[in-house]
């Protein structure tokens, strides 16, 4: 039995065996073999199992994404039969020896290089995709079949150094029980995923964490930050009357979600939902979201060859908006910069990304590209309360080009002949402290703020948020958080707009509180957080959170803040 | 042994899709195609082989050589032909 401890990032327990992602790079190792025609025989099965890996993610791609998307994969099957690479290979084997992988890995690598020295940037980018096919056959060769997300075959735990958008793009989410990753923090992709699907995670549990058998049995607990690999009996007992009990308690919460959140002195708080695609709509509402909070629009674009064009994002937007009826869906335009690379669009590489050339900023130096985002939402405004934000505002400036640009939108889709909504609320993610300090010199050209308490607080503490390393400073309860997010609210109330927080903050229970005191209007969350955050906030009276507010602001640390609500709470 | 020579009119050239149907045009015949970039002068290489077309690198416009050999050489030519000529449109 090990215990590992890491860092809660959404809530609930799992047991289940391990499914192992491994991301790192195989490296194959070179030896001169005495018979040529069983490495032969090894590659040819190594080959025909990852024919049926590609048929699979294939087919998944092609029901689920794209003709289009699918095709790349078809591409990656092709380079499993191309002739002049098998050839290549089996004269290293035959005439030099070598064994299978070496063999494999230098035909994969010359024209993986060869791509790589192409002026083309598409061809520049299919070296990748070579690497990626010669990589899988690897894992193959060295009896790592597992490795593959989208190979998933019965229900388990994912076990990952790390996860990124598209490594989950292609997950069965249905097989997933839990996530428990060695690197990243409570805002990683994979805690807002998990939180999405109201699967439990764990993050940042180190690199023991890989070192964990393929096949292991895995207790997950995602309240208190903790994995356990090979139970005894008793810990697996204590576990399951443990989940049992929690089990119970969301059940209590799940059964009151569709009710309102009024504090005990009257207050009507609205609750929403923060959704990453159209399907999370449907959850959102069964876990009592009012409407959506946050609807990211980044599923569109990542993990794919060519932008979505408008048609794409016109029916994309209404199924999300068709699900929601008249209740608020608050759009947040792409987000997307040097982190992220996207072949159609040259983000470069960048030292900070997070610091750089993205959302709004790279969104406003290419009109064109931006403007059909803006088109296909104002199209699918008719009929809903569809509201737009522009995500990373440092300055007024960005905002009133930003709101030109959706003026000029609106001109050609209404002289392109289709209705458009008559009055659409617009505002900013204040997320950089700059738009934060100057909030009542934004108020007059917006209609609402929505605080990324994420972003605010990485920028605010100077701490980067994938870094397990400073993991510790990014905490938005931080009373440098709560003052801005404070001033934020009192700026937007003289001014007759309101104010929501977007980010994992307005979900969490210890900070829930706080902003209920500050005076927040909206608290838009994971779905999964919805029940429990309603039972909270009808807990309180609006009078006594604000006097814990007040108290909050007059701290030194968020660690103090989170003693104090804990005391308020007995 | 045929010989052929066509301009790629395709917008994206031999890359992606057009790139894959390209190949599996030139496989469906018994005849070894080998085809080089006209237009870059580049060296010869299997026209069956997905990986090796991608490196002829070759872009809009661009004119591509082919040439066949074995017993259906003249129709794979004319089958390749005829799917560079209606823009991949089969």
Same mark, same amino acid.
């Given at each position: 039995?090990?215990?590992?401890?890491?860092?809660?990032?959404?809530?609930?327990?799992?047991?289940?065996?391990?499914?192992?992602?491994?991301?790192?790079?195989?490296?194959?190792?070179?030896?001169?073999?005495?018979?040529?025609?069983?490495?032969?025989?090894?590659?040819?099965?190594?080959?025909?199992?990852?024919?049926?890996?590609?048929?699979?993610?294939?087919?998944?791609?092609?029901?689920?994404?794209?003709?289009?998307?699918?095709?790349?994969?078809?591409?990656?099957?092709?380079?499993?039969?191309? &002739?002049?690479?098998?050839?290549?290979?089996?004269?290293?084997?035959?005439?030099?020896?070598?064994?299978?992988?070496?063999?494999?890995? =230098?035909?994969?690598?010359?024209?993986?290089?060869?791509?790589? !020295?192409?002026? #083309?940037?598409?061809?520049?980018?299919?070296?990748? =995709?070579?690497?990626?096919?010669?990589?899988?056959?690897?894992?193959?060769?060295?009896?790592?079949?597992?490795?593959?997300?989208?190979?998933?075959?019965?229900?388990?735990?994912?076990?990952?150094?790390?996860?990124?958008?598209?490594?989950?793009?292609?997950?069965?989410?249905?097989?997933?029980?839990?996530?428990?990753?060695?690197?990243?923090?409570?805002?990683?992709?994979?805690?807002?995923?998990?939180?999405?699907?109201?699967?439990?995670?764990?993050?940042?549990?180190?690199?023991?964490?890989?070192?964990? /058998?393929?096949?292991?049995?895995?207790?997950?607990?995602?309240?208190?930050?903790?994995?356990?690999?090979?139970?005894? =009996?008793?810990?697996?007992?204590?576990?399951?009357?443990?989940? $049992?009990?929690?089990?119970?308690?969301?059940?209590?919460?799940?059964?009151?979600?569709?009710?309102?959140?009024?504090?005990?002195? *009257?207050?009507?708080?609205?609750?929403?939902?923060?959704?990453?695609?159209?399907?999370?709509?449907?959850?959102?509402?069964?876990?009592?979201?009012?409407?959506?909070?946050?609807?990211?629009?980044?599923?569109?674009?990542?993990?794919?060859?060519?932008?979505?064009?408008?048609?794409?994002?016109?029916?994309?937007?209404?199924?999300?908006?068709?699900?929601?009826?008249?209740? /608020?869906?608050?759009?947040?335009?792409?987000?997307?910069?040097?982190?992220?690379?996207?072949?159609?669009?040259?983000?470069?590489?960048?030292?900070?990304?997070?610091?750089?050339?993205?959302? @709004?900023?790279?969104?406003? #130096?290419?009109?064109?590209?931006?403007?059909?985002?803006?088109?296909?939402?104002?199209?699918?405004?008719?009929?809903?309360?569809?509201?737009?934000?522009? &995500?990373?505002?440092?300055?007024?400036?960005?905002?009133?080009?930003?709101?030109?640009?959706?003026?000029?939108?609106?001109?050609?889709?209404?002289?392109?002949?289709?209705?458009?909504? !008559?009055?659409?609320?617009?505002?900013?993610?204040?997320?950089? &402290?700059?738009?934060?300090?100057?909030?009542?010199?934004?108020?007059?050209?917006? #209609?609402?703020?929505?605080? $990324?308490?994420?972003?605010?607080?990485?920028?605010?503490?100077?701490?980067?948020?994938?870094?397990?390393?400073?993991?510790?400073? $990014?905490?938005?309860?931080? &009373?440098?958080?709560?003052?801005?997010?404070?001033?934020?609210?009192?700026?937007?109330?003289?001014? *007759?707009?309101?104010?929501?927080?977007?980010?994992?903050?307005?979900?969490? /229970?210890?900070?829930?509180?706080?902003?209920?005191?500050?005076?927040?209007?909206?608290?838009?969350?994971?779905?999964?957080?919805?029940?429990?955050?309603?039972?909270?906030?009808?807990?309180?009276?609006?009078?006594?959170?604000?006097?814990?507010?007040?108290?909050?602001?007059?701290?030194?640390?968020?660690?103090?803040?989170?003693?104090?609500?804990?005391?308020?709470?007995? | 042994?045929?010989?052929?020579?066509?301009?790629?009119?395709?917008?994206?050239?031999?890359?992606?899709?057009?790139?894959?149907?390209?190949?599996?045009?030139?496989?469906?015949?018994?005849?070894?195609?080998?085809?080089?970039?006209?237009?870059?002068?580049?060296?010869?290489?299997?026209?069956?082989?997905?990986?090796?077309?991608?490196?002829? $690198?070759?872009?809009?416009?661009?004119?591509?050589?082919?040439?066949?050999?074995? /017993?259906?050489?003249?129709?794979?030519?004319?089958? @390749?032909? =005829?799917?560079?000529?209606?823009?991949?449109?089969?």
């Amino acid at each position: 039995m090990l215990k590992l401890k890491g860092i809660p990032a959404s809530s609930g327990m799992a047991a289940g065996p391990a499914f192992t992602y491994a991301q790192q790079e195989v490296k194959p190792e070179r030896r001169v073999v005495a018979d040529p025609a069983a490495e032969w025989r090894r590659l040819e099965a190594a080959l025909e199992a990852a024919r049926g890996q590609l048929a699979a993610i294939q087919a998944k791609a092609q029901a689920e994404t794209s003709e289009a998307e699918a095709a790349i994969f078809e591409a990656h099957a092709m380079f499993l039969d191309d &002739p002049a690479l098998l050839e290549m290979v089996q004269t290293a084997i035959d005439e030099q020896h070598l064994n299978t992988e070496a063999a494999w890995w =230098d035909g994969i690598g010359s024209y993986a290089a060869e791509m790589e !020295g192409m002026t #083309d940037e598409y061809l520049r980018a299919r070296a990748a =995709d070579i690497r990626d096919v010669g990589q899988r056959v690897l894992r193959l060769l060295a009896g790592q079949a597992e490795g593959d997300l989208a190979a998933l075959g019965q229900p388990a735990i994912v076990v990952a150094r790390d996860l990124t958008p598209s490594d989950t793009v292609r997950l069965d989410k249905k097989l997933v029980l839990g996530f428990c990753t060695a690197e990243g923090g409570p805002t990683s992709h994979t805690a807002i995923l998990a939180k999405a699907l109201a699967l439990p995670a764990v993050v940042g549990l180190g690199a023991d964490l890989l070192k964990v /058998p393929g096949d292991a049995l895995l207790l997950l607990d995602g309240d208190r930050g903790e994995l356990i690999v090979d139970p005894d =009996d008793t810990t697996r007992e204590d576990f399951s009357v443990r989940s $049992g009990r929690a089990a119970h308690q969301a059940e209590i919460e799940l059964a009151a979600a569709h009710e309102p959140a009024i504090t005990v002195d *009257g207050r009507r708080l609205e609750v929403v939902a923060n959704i990453g695609n159209p399907e999370d709509a449907a959850t959102a509402l069964r876990y009592g979201a009012e409407g959506v909070g946050l609807f990211r629009t980044e599923f569109l674009y990542l993990d794919r060859q060519t932008a979505p064009d408008e048609e794409e994002q016109v029916t994309a937007y209404n199924a999300a908006l068709d699900v929601m009826g008249e209740r /608020p869906v608050v759009v947040r335009t792409l987000d997307v910069g040097g982190d992220k690379q996207l072949p159609y669009l040259d983000l470069g590489r960048e030292d900070n990304p997070f610091l750089g050339w993205r959302a @709004i900023r790279m969104c406003l #130096d290419k009109p064109d590209f931006f403007k059909i985002q803006l088109r296909a939402l104002l199209r699918a405004s008719p009929g809903h309360d569809l509201r737009i934000m522009f &995500p990373m505002i440092a300055t007024v400036d960005e905002v009133q080009r930003a709101r030109s640009l959706l003026d000029a939108a609106r001109r050609e889709v209404i002289a392109a002949g289709h209705p458009v909504a !008559g009055r659409i609320q617009t505002g900013i993610m204040v997320e950089i &402290p700059a738009a934060a300090v100057l909030a009542d010199r934004f108020v007059p050209v917006v #209609d609402f703020f929505s605080i $990324g308490t994420n972003d605010l607080t990485q920028y605010t503490l100077a701490a980067e948020r994938t870094n397990p390393k400073v993991a510790h400073l $990014g905490d938005p309860c931080h &009373p440098a958080v709560l003052r801005q997010i404070q001033r934020v609210i009192e700026a937007a109330h003289r001014g *007759g707009i309101w104010v929501g927080v977007c980010g994992e903050m307005a979900g969490d /229970p210890e900070a829930a509180p706080v902003l209920l005191g500050l005076g927040l209007d909206e608290f838009s969350m994971a779905p999964g957080s919805i029940p429990r955050v309603k039972v909270i906030l009808r807990g309180w009276s609006f009078a006594d959170a604000a006097r814990l507010a007040a108290q909050a602001v007059d701290l030194d640390s968020a660690d103090e803040a989170r003693a104090l609500v804990r005391s308020w709470a007995k | 042994m045929e010989q052929l020579r066509v301009r790629v009119v395709n917008e994206v050239g031999l890359h992606a899709r057009p790139a894959a149907m390209f190949v599996n045009a030139a496989k469906s015949g018994k005849s070894k195609v080998r085809v080089r970039n006209a237009t870059t002068e580049s060296k010869w290489v299997d026209a069956k082989s997905i990986l090796g077309v991608l490196t002829l $690198g070759v872009e809009k416009d661009h004119e591509i050589e082919l040439t066949a050999e074995g /017993p259906d050489e003249a129709e794979v030519l004319a089958k @390749i032909g =005829d799917l560079i000529r209606s823009d991949f449109a089969a």
